[in-house]
Structure formats: C-alpha cells, structure tokens
C-alpha cells in the first residue's frame, strides 16, 4: 500500500507512520494494517474498525 497509516510504536512510545505496511486479515476476520516503524524498524500493527453493514 502506498498510503501512509500511523500507529502506536511501542519502542519509540509515540504514534509514528508505517513503512512497507500491507493489509492483513485477523484469524477472527477482522481487518489490520501490519508494517515497521519508519524511525526504529520495530513490527508494528493497528487494528482496523469494522466494516458497517
């Protein structure tokens, strides 16, 4: 994705934006966004909100 989504980074304690993030589906199928930090490189993950039906 090109788009930049900003997450908590749990290493720098501050919402920092994600590199190389890619949609993933949860194993309860739930959608979230997984990628590294752009400033450590630490994994990061943000849940996204549900679909509205």
Known sequence: MSEKTEAYCVKCKAKRPMKDNQKVTMKNG????????????????KILAKAKV
Not at 31 to 36: C, I
């Open 30 to 45: 739930r959608d979230a966004m997984q990628g590294k930090c752009e400033t450590c490189g630490t994994g990061m993950y």
